[in-house]
């Protein structure tokens, strides 16, 4: 009886939201259910081309749908690849449609994740990630840094997990606008530049897809020489 007391206040509160939450989750599986349980394989192998075939006999508003749930969900599942699906979203769709479906994707996802692992720690549950090698060693580099930095280094580094900053973020008691700042404006360019390299390479143009990505480790470059200045435009 005690228990019960204790529990379903707790869950009265929360009610309204989980109600929600599963009815948002039911419809979409009830639209998408299929089709992710095809995609998902993929993204997870990195498989840009059977996403694309796969995509491509979707009529264009469901696969401009799975794009930008994906976008999403890659950010929960924290290891799967984002640019297998940003590259085949570049491929697919014109780089500025594809960039607003796999952006608003993210920011929707990312901050859905850090809302619930901020949820989870203020509940008092543990909160544990593995960053990877490459990511260990960007948060052994930026232990003194501003979390502000730290989340924008991490979205704008290739090869990182952008999954984990939503956890890194938590951990640093980063408040929820501000990590919708940092988020926003780091992941923007990884996303842009994943984009316009699938859409030249639909267009054989192998060149420039690569120049956009050397032009992401300049703006990185820049970005961390000038980090001072960016920080204060920032806060």
Not at 18 to 39: D, M, N, R, T
Not at 129 to 138: L, S
Request: proline share 5%; hydrophobic share 55%.
């Amino acid at each position: 009886m005690r228990l019960s007391g204790t529990l379903w206040p707790k869950i009265r509160r929360r009610l309204p939201a989980l109600v929600l939450l599963a009815l948002a989750f039911l419809l979409i599986w009830a639209a998408f259910g299929e089709s992710f349980q095809k995609l998902l394989p993929m993204v997870r192998r990195g498989d840009k081309h059977g996403i694309v075939a796969y995509l491509s006999d979707e009529d264009e508003v469901g696969g401009m749908i799975c794009v930008m749930i994906l976008s999403g969900v890659q950010v929960a599942s924290v290891l799967l690849p984002a640019i297998a699906i940003h590259v085949a979203a570049g491929v697919l769709y014109s780089w500025w449609k594809a960039f607003l479906l796999c952006y608003t994707g993210f920011l929707a996802g990312t901050m859905a994740v850090f809302l619930f692992v901020r949820h989870m720690r203020e509940e008092g549950r543990p909160i544990r990630v593995n960053p990877g090698n490459t990511g260990r060693k960007i948060l052994e580099m930026l232990s003194s840094a501003p979390t502000m930095l730290v989340v924008i280094v991490i979205y704008m580094v290739p090869g990182v997990p952008n999954g984990i900053v939503p956890y890194i973020a938590v951990k640093r008691n980063m408040k929820p606008e501000r990590f919708f700042i940092g988020t926003a404006f780091g992941s923007w360019l990884q996303i842009l530049c994943s984009c316009v390299a699938g859409n030249f390479l639909i267009r054989g143009s192998i060149i420039s897809g690569i120049l956009v990505i050397v032009v992401q480790w300049l703006v990185l470059a820049l970005m961390l020489w000038k980090r001072e200045l960016l920080l204060k435009w920032l806060t």
